[in-house]
């Protein structure tokens, strides 16, 4: 169905001074100050095009607007990544616009670090705060960890960073998008690979869960969607190995329980398969012959047989798997966090990368590709506007956030600026950032809510929420083709809020470091100025003005994107050499002693917990366990059994890193070895909502492998787990036992 | 007590004059009561029942009727909109920018349009929140504002004329065969 | 003519005609006794109305501060929301629910068993009938109470009359609630009016005994319509009495029918059955018969009143109890047993569930009907009050527990599994449920106080149709046999 | 369409349906949040939360199939399924709830006393109950939608279609003097589902796509054997 029809897409910023509450029961009226353009029904409202920035997928949308007050999101049909959709946390936005505890008063830490207590000042105090401590700022001895490194808050303090003589720029927001990054490095174009999962005619996710988080789960789902049924002749076929039934793997068709770290050794596995078919049905046959014959060679030991011991998948599924995937072309095989965040992570990758390139081989050959093809002017772009934002590649890497927390805990660090990020909380345990926080000598917080960074702030600025603020952000959206979102306010700013980057820009000139930049808007205006040229679809004739009218009414710029190609050797199989072709056996943190596998994940509602203290998203029952209002610890049924264990016994599982306890799920879509626990819950500071609410996992994570200085392997680490005795109510909505009648009784 | 009551039979009429009296007599009250409760809430016409005091005395009767201005040229919203909407401080100043400038209460308003602060007026018409009327549909019909919110033209202060209850609405919509499913008005 | 003496007789000379009236001769198998005279009669009927001990302050006191607590529930239920109540989705109906239909279903034994007995013209009925039709009014007033307690806005129940409105907005007759609306009042109206009639003639002579200065004649001499005991005033009187059975006999189970129709009518599983009409109406008739003997032995035994109320009174009415309890065992497996031939997966879950979660509850009900089966077929057992006693207040438990197994266990596990969840009542919904049961006994009590709760004409009439009659110097015995027991 | 049934006969212009393609359906949830910020649905809190009182009008409900490892699961969003034949209207005893002239399940809030009846006779369970009155906290409150009302304690409250959106897409559309078209209205639910699987359209227009998709053989009602004719269509997944 075609959305844009149904909706107006929005003008620019709305007249200000829009107040009153007609159609609402009220004493009083309260005309508009200025009236709203003609042609506009002000029941109805406005819709204003922006971009969402609950999470950093950058997904566009179109904002309600009645009398001044946002009412509801809807996604921009024309956004490239979300095509009108928009996921649960995306319609949280309004929530956590007019959430009651949002701050709206800068705050002074009073007292030892750690302990909370603020007191509120004003804003000439709070800048004249910051521009002294930007001053002592020596060099190399200020830092600063941001959310997302690729909006305009950040690209303001990273030039303020680079005057104060420091690079310490760390983006808190990681996940396993880098080690992709490190495993496509020696191909020169280091990029996450884009999986055209739309055109796909079968998929198989390999522990990707991109339903639930990674690039884009909105985008991904609308993929999802348009190759199920998107094509009305052939439904796409969707299969899915890992080691838990996680809510994208409920999707699928088939289901393969893959053991911990062995996904890459199934994917050679397949891949060897594939080629025994390819050689009987003289498939292939484009590629030189010693090619294959050195490709057989070097994965002849991954025999459906083999892999089957190693990955516990019976040699049948394997084999039968191959033939599907063959039988269905063009198909795709997408890694995700069990292939990447294990001690084989790199190795499995390429192998995965390896399997890829062959599949694209084999729908070449029919004439059929998914390969999209990227023009080489967007790569340019990309780059520059990038740089344009002036946040280091390397700054988005965990080993910078590693390096910045390191350096804080020395107490060399005179000056931190953390930009809408909670490391205290969603940093690993064992990083230590809040003993590091307490050694700086002075921190400041820009954020909407206090959290459990606050706690170790000296000085917290409450920003405008995104909804009421001018910024834009260059997509790091793994197509390489650039995407560019424009956020503009949709609403006036809350009372006592302001810009922060505005705020940071006029401490940071007090401080005689000034950018030379007025304000945030400018700086949009400034990318406007220096790209219009590149970005095709602004019409040439348009003056400034107008320009920047169409460009904020589209909610940014975007090039198209066509995924059919020529031809088929991508730059996806050019680095896979045979001598790579080998995936060695996963290492575990943890002895024997640690009998489970534990498996950290994300929801689709809470993600890594920064909205946890929204009640939307706490009493949307999360989708596979149907659990709200807490988190807990999923556990196989045998097991549980085995264990005498019951829904809601607490449990307390230790790693080697640390412990947590949270009521016990007994779950049928879990391994009998494996226990898994969700991100997202148990804030020592974050609101009533999220406050002391389950257990934080990141607490069981730690560095591992030592050594390496890329993302630790999270899903290689193994746990005890106890009975503690006590129990706990489990707000869950389904039935445990009426949730297996349904598909008989709904005939479903 | 005892002299009064001979006996059960006393109890009922005996004569049938007397039965069918009693029957007439029912009947008659229970029209009465469907009357008596329909008007009492139904609309009290010709009467102002609410008039507000306004923050400028603004007159209905000036405008509207002496002066013969068009109610959609302050009140734009309602052709389009679900609601009508007071006019905004710009508006008046249209005309005030330069007409009768001298008067207190346009004083008063020049204030507020230099400080670009709406006029707070006093809510006269009122529907509670659980009814969503429509102005758009009802001006595309040709309705007459009149036939709602009274004789406006002829006020020096404007009042409520009448009462918005439901039975009021549902008169009119079945005189009109306009829709009286209940999702009409309700959501 | 003997006012006179007789009010003095009240007074003073109360024991010793106590003593005659227990020096007389009783003999059981009758069911009244020929040889007492109408002194003691009126003595034996009215003393429960004119004596009032402190026994009785302490429990109707007792009583009305339990019905005040319910009362406070109900109000804090009110201010608060239904929240306060156990009940959740999907489990809309709960212990109210239940409640009502158990005092509705209460109210069936008195004006229906009077009723019965009256047209059938029973000689041994008499005694009883004030009991049982008092029974009845009581038992309607509190089972009104419950659709009010139940619904969520209380200051909009108006809605549910026909209130000619400017709305122009009526009642939808479709719904079974406005069935059971229409039907309870008119039951109500029905009964309480058969019960003032049957009054009639014992209120006069209640005005009559009552002692000068007694408070109660002022209402006595009102609510006696100027009863003197004319031939006209009873030739009226048996008509209507005759007329009023009919009528009530007719409404009785059209409303327990309707209540039934509450359930069946709906497509919930369990309850979409067409057997649910006689069912509940016997049911009804259960519960409430059992419900008349345990008032009757109660009375007879706080009031000494063994030789008005006999032994074979209650071994009748035990009879009827046993029939019933085996049409109702009937109608209970027909019921199962259709349904689970039916074999609907959603109905088998509902039963599962059941099972396993009200096993007590199903033990005590079904044990319950085995029981006055088995208990009823013996002799001794009908003719032993205490056995009676026992068994009668079982059936009532029973039947409340059979009304909370229809109610409660097919709302938590029925069509959509999803939802399926567990229902226990909460404090509130416990006390109010208790306090409705102590406002029955506290109208009981105090009406007990206010009118004769023997049937004293009805008692006399049997007396002169079963007893001799003396013309001239021979006693020549009246039509109707004293040994026909 | 039922000749016994007691419906109100239907003007013929609209009959609206909605169609769900569960085999696109993927569980993100994302149609349950959409729903509570259009429809102003109030949140329980925790301890409600846990005497399952939530007040959500749209679920999806997740059923397995066998065990670990080859487990079958299935997405169920559940909504009101606006019967055409529906059990919760002729037992209400005042007329909150009926059937209006486009084959809806209306729901009249403010003439609901809360007999709870209708709940009770929804074969679905998808009617939900106000049990207590839950505020909206200052400034949440500023983002209520004003074309739905806010609900009181004591009164049922339900899936409408969003119907605020259907009335203001006919008011389009008649200002334009032409029916309403496939893409004018669309619920809140469908409007942001990242995979469309929720299409909405008016049955009675032989162009629009659910009347083409509903004809379609993976059509599916949900427990059709009680004849309540949900307006509300499944697409099955498989193949």
Redesign the interface.
């Known amino acids: 169905?075609?959305?844009?029809?149904?909706l107006k897409i929005g003008g620019t910023v709305a007249a200000t001074?829009l107040?009153?509450s007609?159609?609402?029961?009220?004493?009083?009226?309260?005309?508009?100050?200025?009236?709203p353009d003609e042609?506009?029904?002000?029941?109805?409202g406005w819709f204003y095009n922006t971009a969402c920035r609950m999470c950093d997928s950058g997904c566009g949308i179109m904002v309600r607007v009645?009398?001044g007050?946002?009412?509801?999101?809807?996604?921009n049909p024309d956004h490239p990544i979300?095509k009108?959709?928009?996921?649960?946390r995306?319609?949280?936005a309004?929530?956590q616009?007019?959430?009651?505890e949002r701050l709206m008063t800068p705050m002074r830490r009073e007292g030892a670090k750690g302990t909370g207590n603020l007191v509120p000042i004003t804003w000439e105090e709070a800048i004249s705060m910051i521009s002294e401590n930007m001053k002592n700022a020596k060099e190399d001895s200020s830092f600063i960890i941001a959310g997302d490194g690729s909006d305009m808050t950040a690209a303001i303090t990273a030039r303020i960073l680079k005057n104060m003589g420091s690079d310490n720029f760390a983006v808190s927001g990681f996940d396993s998008r880098e080690k992709f990054i490190e495993a496509t490095s020696s191909t020169g174009t280091p990029k996450v690979p884009y999986y055209d999962i739309a055109n796909a005619s079968a998929v198989l996710l390999l522990g990707a869960d991109i339903?639930?988080g990674g690039a884009s789960?909105?985008h991904y789902?609308?993929a999802?969607?348009q190759m199920?049924?998107g094509n009305k002749t052939k439904?796409g076929q969707l299969f899915y190995a890992g080691p838990r039934?996680s809510?994208?793997a409920?999707?699928a068709d088939h289901?393969?329980?893959v053991k911990q770290g062995t996904l890459g050794q199934f994917a050679l596995g397949i891949a060897n398969e594939i080629l025994h078919i390819a050689e009987e049905e003289h498939l292939l046959k484009n590629l030189p012959a010693t090619k294959v014959e050195e490709w057989r060679h070097a994965i002849g030991g991954y025999t459906p047989e083999e892999t089957s011991i190693r990955t516990t998948v019976p040699a049948d599924k394997v084999k039968h798997l191959a033939m599907e995937l063959v039988e269905h072309l063009p198909a795709v095989v997408v890694p995700g966090d069990d292939v990447a965040l294990h001690t084989n992570g790199l190795e499995s990758l390429k192998a995965v990368e390896f399997l890829n390139s062959i599949l694209r081989e084999l729908a070449a050959e029919k004439g059929l590709s998914s390969v999209p093809v990227l023009p080489k002017e967007n790569k340019e772009l990309y780059r520059a506007m990038n740089e344009f934002i002036g946040v280091p590649e390397k700054a988005k890497k965990y080993s910078a956030l590693k390096g910045v927390i390191g350096k804080a805990a020395t107490g060399s660090q005179r000056f931190g600026l953390i930009l809408h990020s909670n490391p205290v909380y969603a940093t690993p345990k064992a990083l230590k950032a809040a003993d590091a926080l307490t050694k700086v000598k002075f921190v400041a917080q820009v954020t909407n809510f206090l959290d459990d960074t606050s706690l170790y702030a000296d000085v917290v600025l409450p920003d405008l929420h995104f909804l009421e603020s001018w910024s834009a952000q260059v997509v790091d959206f793994p197509h390489g083709v650039p995407v560019f979102n424009t956020i503009q306010p949709v609403v006036n700013a809350a009372p006592g809020t302001m810009q922060a980057g505005d705020a940071l820009l006029k401490a940071a000139s007090m401080a005689g470091l000034g950018v030379g930049i007025a304000n945030q808007e400018v700086m949009v205006k400034n990318m406007l100025i220096q790209f219009r040229s590149k970005w095709n679809g602004i019409p040439a004739g348009l003056n400034e003005k107008q320009a920047w009218e169409a460009l904020l009414q589209k909610g940014g710029w975007w090039a198209d994107i066509h995924h059919k190609a020529e031809k088929a050797i991508s730059e996806g199989s050019a680095w896979v050499t045979s001598d790579q072709l080998k995936v060695g056996d996963p290492a575990f943190a943890g002895g024997n002693d640690f009998t489970f596998y534990l498996h950290p994940y994300s929801t689709?509602?809470m993600g890594d917990g920064n909205v946890s203290n929204l009640?939307?998203?706490q009493?949307?029952?999360e989708?596979?366990t149907?659990v709200?209002?807490?988190s807990w610890v999923e556990i196989?049924?045998k097991t549980a059994k085995g264990m005498g264990v019951a829904n809601g016994d607490m449990l307390k599982v230790e790693s080697p890193f640390g412990s947590v306890e949270a009521p016990a799920l007994v779950y049928?879509?879990?391994?009998?070895e494996t226990v898994a626990v969700p991100f997202g819950y148990g804030h020592v500071s974050f609101g009533k909502n999220a406050t002391a609410r389950g257990a934080n996992a990141m607490d069981l994570l730690g560095d591992f492998p030592n050594g390496n200085g890329g993302l630790p392997a999270w899903r290689a680490i193994r746990v005890k787990v106890t009975k503690t005795g006590t129990k706990k109510?489990i707000?869950r909505?389904?039935?445990p036992?009426?949730?297996?009648?349904?598909?008989?009784?709904?005939?479903? | 007590m005892r002299s009064s009551l001979k006996d059960i039979g006393t109890l009922m009429p005996k004569s049938a004059i007397g039965r069918n009296l009693a029957l007439l007599i029912l009947i008659v009250g229970g029209v009465l009561t469907y009357k008596v409760t329909y008007f009492y809430q139904g609309p009290i016409m010709g009467l102002s029942t609410y008039t507000p005091k306004q923050p400028i005395p603004f007159s209905h009767k000036q405008h509207a009727g002496d002066l013969k201005i068009n109610c959609q040229y302050c009140h734009t919203y309602a052709r389009r909109s679900e609601m009508a909407g007071v006019p905004s401080i710009s508006t008046c100043n249209n005309c005030h920018a330069n007409l009768a400038v001298e008067s207190d209460a346009i004083t008063f308003l020049k204030k507020n349009i230099e400080a670009k602060t709406p006029i707070e007026w006093e809510r006269v018409f009122k529907l509670p929140d659980h009814v969503f009327f429509n102005h758009k549909r009802h001006i595309k019909k040709e309705f007459e504002c009149q036939k709602c919110h009274g004789p406006i033209e002829t006020m020096e202060v404007v009042g409520k004329v009448n009462e918005f209850k439901m039975g009021f609405c549902l008169d009119c919509h079945q005189q009109e065969q306009a829709p009286t499913d209940c999702w009409t008005c309700h959501t | 003519m003997g006012s006179h003496s007789e009010k003095h007789i009240l007074t003073t000379k109360f024991q010793t005609l106590q003593n005659e009236g227990k020096a007389h001769g009783i003999n059981a198998g009758s069911d009244v006794d020929l040889h007492m005279s109408d002194e003691i009669l009126n003595e034996k009927s009215l003393r429960p109305m004119f004596r009032t001990t402190k026994a009785w302050f302490v429990y109707t006191l007792a009583l009305s501060s339990l019905v005040a607590w319910a009362v406070a529930c109900w109000g804090y239920q009110i201010w608060n929301g239904m929240g306060v109540t156990n009940l959740k989705h999907p489990v809309f109906w709960g212990m109210y629910i239940a409640t009502f239909v158990f005092w509705v279903g209460v109210s069936h034994s008195g004006t229906m068993v009077s009723s019965i007995l009256r047209l059938v013209s029973a000689n041994w009925r008499r005694p009883i009938l004030r009991g049982a039709e008092a029974m009845t009014t009581f038992s309607l007033l509190v089972a009104g109470m419950f659709p009010l307690i139940h619904v969520g806005r209380l200051w909009r129940v108006y809605y549910m009359f026909p209130l000619p409105n400017q709305r122009e907005l009526w009642p939808n007759l479709r719904s079974p609630l406005a069935w059971d609306m229409t039907a309870i009042t008119v039951y109500l109206t029905a009964s309480s009016l058969f019960l003032f009639v049957g009054l009639l003639p014992d209120i006069a002579v209640a005005r009559d005994l009552c002692p000068k200065g007694n408070w109660r004649s002022l209402y006595l001499k009102i609510l006696a319509l100027g009863w003197r005991g004319t031939h006209r005033q009873w030739m009226i009187y048996e008509k209507a009495s005759i007329y009023l059975a009919i009528f009530v006999l007719m409404i009785a189970p059209s409303v327990h029918t309707i209540v039934s129709w509450d359930f069946a009518m709906s497509i919930t599983p369990v309850w979409h059955t067409t057997i649910f009409g006689p069912y509940f109406v016997v049911g009804a008739i259960y519960s409430g018969v059992a419900g008349v003997i345990t008032l009757m032995i109660l009375l007879r035994w706080v009031f000494k009143l063994d030789d008005v109320i006999k032994l074979v009174h209650l071994t009748n009415l035990s009879k009827m109890l046993l029939l019933m309890s085996i049409i109702w065992t009937y109608f209970y497996f027909t019921d199962y047993l259709v349904t689970w031939y039916g074999n609907n997966p959603v109905e088998m879950n509902v039963w599962e569930w059941q099972t396993e979660r009200f096993s007590l509850q199903l033990i005590v009900m079904l044990g319950c009907s085995v029981a006055t089966i088995g208990l009823l077929s013996w002799d001794w057992v009908r003719k032993s009050p205490g056995m009676l006693l026992f068994i009668t207040i079982w059936v009532n438990t029973a039947m409340y527990l059979e009304r909370y197994l229809i109610v409660v266990p097919v709302l938590t596990h029925r069509d959509n599994p999803y939802t399926w969840t567990d229902y226990w009542p909460s404090f509130i919904e416990t006390s109010i449920a208790v306090g409705a049961a102590a406002y029955f006994l506290m109208l009981y009590a105090i009406f007990i106080k206010l009118m004769p709760i023997v049937t004293i004409a009805d008692v006399k009439e049997g007396k002169i149709i079963t007893g001799d009659i003396a013309i001239g110097n021979t006693n020549i015995r009246a039509y109707g046999d004293p040994g026909e027991h | 369409m039922v000749s016994w049934s007691f419906n109100t006969k239907h003007d013929n212009d609209y009959k609206w349906a909605l169609v769900i393609d569960l085999d696109r359906c993927n569980g993100c949830g994302a149609c349950t949040v959409s729903c509570q910020a259009e429809n102003n649905v109030a949140v329980v809190g925790e301890e409600l939360a846990l005497q399952k009182r939530v007040m959500s009008w749209l679920r999806i409900e997740r059923y397995f199939e066998g065990e670990w490892p080859n487990i079958r699961t299935v997405f169920l969003p559940m909504m009101c399924q606006q019967c055409e034949n529906a059990p919760c209207e002729p037992v209400c005893p005042v007329f909150a709830t009926y059937h209006n002239p486009e084959g809806l399940n209306a729901m009249i809030y403010n003439r609901c006393i809360g007999t709870r009846f209708c709940g009770n006779n929804c074969p679905y369970s998808v009617r939900k109950f106000n049990w207590f009155d839950y505020g909206f906290e200052s400034p949440l409150n500023e983002q209520l939608n004003p074309d739905v009302s806010v609900r009181d304690a004591g009164v049922m409250e339900k899936c409408s279609f969003c119907m605020q959106r259907i009335r203001r897409g006919k008011d389009r559309a008649k200002d334009e003097g032409r029916k309403v078209q496939d893409g004018d209205i669309m619920p809140a639910c469908g409007q942001t589902c990242p995979t469309n699987a929720i299409t909405f359209g008016n049955m009675h227009d032989p162009e629009s796509e659910v009347a083409k998709l509903i004809e379609t053989k993976r059509r599916h009602r949900l427990l059709e054997e009680h004849g309540t004719h949900p307006s509300v269509y499944y697409l099955k997944g498989g193949a």
């Open positions: 169905m075609d959305r844009r029809k149904f001074g107040v009153g007609c159609g609402q029961i009220a004493q009083k009226v309260i005309p508009f100050a200025i009236p042609g506009i029904n002000p029941v109805e009645v009398e007050r946002a009412k509801k999101v809807e996604g979300n009108g959709g928009v996921c649960a995306g319609q949280a309004v929530q616009l007019y959430h009651p339903f639930e789960p909105v789902g609308w999802f969607g199920r049924r439904r039934l809510m994208t409920a999707s289901f393969f329980a689709v509602n009640s939307w998203l009493e949307m029952p989708p596979m149907t709200s209002w807490g196989n049924p049928p879509g879990i391994g009998p109510d707000i909505e389904a039935n036992k009426g949730e297996y009648e349904g598909t008989e009784i709904f005939q479903l």
